[in-house]
């Protein structure tokens, strides 16, 4: 659908009469839900966040080891990367 | 130093004053999305959690109500193409149905059937824009979509349900 075609369907205030009928019928089959928050969240925002600790990435790990092997091999980079931070 | 500029810095009594002070928001969006109050409670503590897992993308001279809604749409989206689209959203009144609240109920479960067989980003945005009847402006930031976008989706949405009831025999 293009909005050629969009206006081509009479849909230049974003309602067409096929979509005013499908909104009465979506009207009448969905009840109407309560938007209001019945309990604070925050205990449990609290709790999740206890629960799951930001955990460090395998690939960190890997970069950190690799790291690791190369200064041990080449101890000279260790001013080179020294130089560069 | 300002509030979101603290929660972007990790600091959690910054978070825990933002979480009270918007979770009433959050709450409101995605409940008129899945439409159940029990699912929309977890979507949007998963919602906070994400929030604040990804502080570091927020910008504190940015709209954090926008950037919260933004999240909360993708966490209900997701739930959406989760969820299987028999499951129905009806509550039936009291006591045994009469012959033609038995009718009306059908059509009721046709019409909610053959909405939650659409896809999820076009059941959001009609429920929004139909139902809910949500600004455009506010559905296309939630979205990460034009206003245009969500005219089409809208659009898109009655024309496959025009189609499905039509099917279906149902004439709304």
Do not use: C
């Not at chain 1, 925002?45 to 190369?70: E, N």
């Not at chain 2, 919260?68 to 989206?77: F, S, V, Y």
């Not at chain 2, 939630?142 to 004439?171: H, Y």
């Amino acid at each position: 659908m293009t909005e050629h075609e969009m206006v081509e369907h009479g849909m230049t205030d974003g309602m067409t009469d096929e979509a005013r009928q499908i909104r009465e019928a979506l009207r009448q089959s969905f009840p109407p839900v309560n938007t209001e928050l019945r309990r604070d969240l925050w205990p449990a925002v609290l709790s999740k966040l206890d629960a799951r600790p930001a955990r460090v990435p395998w690939y960190d790990w890997a970069l950190i080891g690799l790291s690791a092997s190369v200064f041990l091999f080449f101890p000279q980079l260790i001013l080179v990367f020294a130089y560069h931070l | 130093m300002d509030l979101f500029r603290r929660f972007a810095l990790g600091e959690i009594d910054a978070f825990e004053t933002l979480v009270r002070q918007f979770q009433g928001e959050v709450y409101a969006w995605i409940v008129r999305i899945v439409r159940d109050p029990g699912i929309a409670e977890d979507l949007t503590v998963e919602t906070l959690w994400r929030i604040y897992r990804a502080r570091h993308q927020f910008r504190p001279d940015g709209n954090f109500g926008a950037w919260a809604r933004r999240i909360a749409t993708n966490m209900a989206l997701d739930y959406l193409r989760r969820k299987r689209p028999e499951q129905s959203l009806l509550t039936e009144p009291a006591g045994a149905p009469q012959p033609d609240q038995l009718l009306q109920r059908e059509t009721r479960e046709k019409i909610q059937q053959a909405f939650r067989r659409l896809p999820a980003k076009l059941q959001a945005a009609a429920t929004l824009a139909l139902v809910e009847e949500q600004p455009y402006d506010e559905i296309a930031d939630a979205l990460g979509t034009s206003v245009g976008a969500v005219k089409l989706r809208v659009f898109r949405a009655v024309r496959i349900l025009r189609k499905q009831l039509n099917r279906l025999g149902v004439r709304p």
